[in-house]
């Protein structure tokens, strides 16, 4: 007898929001299995606020209310039993973000929760990654995002170190990330991973996917530091424009995916990593198994 449930889960980060709804089928004597039945991603830059002027505005607070009265009537329809929404670093630093949650939960019936980079990183971890992990080898997973980007070590299928430092894409465009922080994050690496033989780069974000969907390449295929840096070379290239025009990329994507490509090549280069797979699993999935599973 196969069951089949629905949970839900809203990522509210800086450079877009997302609602995915998942699948949950469970079928006794056989793994839980999850799939994706639906994801909207809305295109509103919060850390545009929070980093620069250091609260969210009132149009985007309005767009906001808007984009979860939506999500909330897309959950009805899909008829879903549990959900939870996850605000990152542009409402964390917000001093206004507490107010917009409360103001959420006041028009949009729906609840957020602004976590820290620490839990982040953790919901992350709380994804399928141990289909990816092979026992005998060490992966550094690698969460790039608006406003942080997340850093976790495994080895022999287990979490060794993990971290959050405070550069994004977002960030990065806005010239609000230092040599220091470059220097940090170089350094967290290259400590971690010295003592590995060989390390491999799993990557997460919406960048790294729109990247390796551009790259043709069948999923379980890994793109390569070679691949990788010719990309950047040829999208640094490239107006912003002529990366809408010419790539066919959306207009809050094409300014992005340049700084976002950084943060992976630098990563891959201060760990030694050669190769880096996409396997397309962020916050949104980690919060479904992690709310299914009981751990948050």
Same mark, same amino acid.
């Given at each position: 007898?196969?069951?089949?449930?629905?949970?839900?889960?809203?990522?509210? =980060?800086?450079?877009?929001?997302?609602?995915?709804?998942?699948?949950?089928?469970?079928?006794? =004597?056989?793994?839980?299995?999850?799939?994706?039945? @639906?994801?909207?991603?809305?295109?509103?830059?919060?850390?545009?606020?929070?980093?620069?002027?250091?609260?969210?505005?009132?149009?985007?607070?309005?767009?906001?209310?808007?984009?979860?009265?939506?999500?909330?009537?897309?959950?009805?329809?899909?008829?879903?039993?549990?959900?939870?929404?996850?605000?990152? @670093?542009?409402?964390?630093?917000?001093?206004?973000?507490?107010?917009?949650?409360?103001?959420?939960?006041?028009?949009?019936?729906?609840?957020?929760?602004?976590?820290?980079?620490?839990?982040?990183?953790?919901?992350?971890?709380?994804?399928?990654?141990?289909?990816?992990?092979?026992?005998?080898?060490?992966?550094?997973?690698?969460?790039?995002?608006?406003?942080?980007?997340?850093?976790?070590?495994?080895?022999?299928?287990?979490?060794?170190?993990?971290?959050?430092?405070?550069?994004?894409?977002?960030?990065?465009?806005?010239?609000?990330?230092?040599?220091?922080?470059?220097?940090?994050?170089?350094?967290?690496?290259?400590?971690?991973?010295?003592?590995?033989?060989?390390?491999?780069?799993?990557?997460?974000? =919406?960048?790294?996917?729109?990247?390796?969907?551009? @790259?043709?390449?069948?999923?379980?295929?890994?793109?390569?530091?070679?691949?990788?840096?010719?990309?950047?070379?040829?999208?640094?290239?490239?107006?912003?424009?002529?990366?809408?025009?010419?790539?066919?990329?959306?207009?809050?994507?094409?300014?992005?995916?340049?700084?976002?490509?950084?943060?992976?090549?630098?990563?891959?280069?201060? @760990? =030694?990593?050669?190769?880096?797979?996409?396997?397309?699993?962020?916050?949104?999935?980690?919060?479904?198994?992690?709310?299914?599973?009981?751990?948050?």
């Amino acid at each position: 007898m196969i069951k089949i449930r629905k949970y839900a889960a809203i990522d509210i =980060g800086s450079n877009a929001m997302r609602l995915l709804i998942a699948n949950i089928v469970e079928e006794q =004597g056989k793994e839980t299995q999850f799939s994706k039945s @639906s994801l909207v991603r809305v295109p509103i830059r919060l850390g545009q606020d929070a980093f620069t002027v250091g609260e969210i505005t009132e149009e985007n607070i309005e767009r906001m209310i808007d984009a979860m009265k939506a999500f909330k009537l897309l959950m009805k329809v899909h008829k879903v039993e549990k959900y939870m929404a996850c605000a990152t @670093s542009a409402m964390r630093e917000a001093y206004n973000g507490k107010e917009v949650v409360e103001l959420i939960k006041k028009k949009a019936d729906i609840k957020i929760e602004i976590i820290d980079g620490k839990k982040e990183a953790a919901i992350i971890a709380s994804t399928d990654l141990h289909h990816l992990l092979k026992t005998e080898q060490t992966y550094l997973y690698v969460d790039v995002g608006g406003g942080s980007t997340e850093f976790s070590l495994f080895a022999n299928s287990k979490m060794v170190v993990s971290k959050s430092f405070k550069i994004g894409t977002v960030r990065l465009l806005n010239n609000m990330v230092g040599e220091i922080v470059w220097h940090e994050i170089e350094k967290w690496i290259k400590t971690n991973t010295e003592e590995y033989e060989q390390v491999t780069l799993i990557g997460s974000g =919406g960048n790294i996917n729109k990247l390796f969907k551009m @790259s043709g390449k069948q999923q379980e295929k890994p793109l390569s530091y070679i691949y990788l840096n010719s990309q950047f070379t040829a999208l640094s290239a490239l107006t912003y424009d002529q990366r809408i025009s010419e790539l066919g990329l959306n207009a809050d994507r094409a300014d992005v995916i340049v700084p976002a490509v950084k943060i992976y090549l630098n990563a891959m280069k201060w @760990s =030694g990593a050669r190769n880096i797979y996409v396997p397309k699993i962020g916050l949104s999935d980690g919060i479904v198994k992690a709310l299914y599973y009981g751990k948050i």
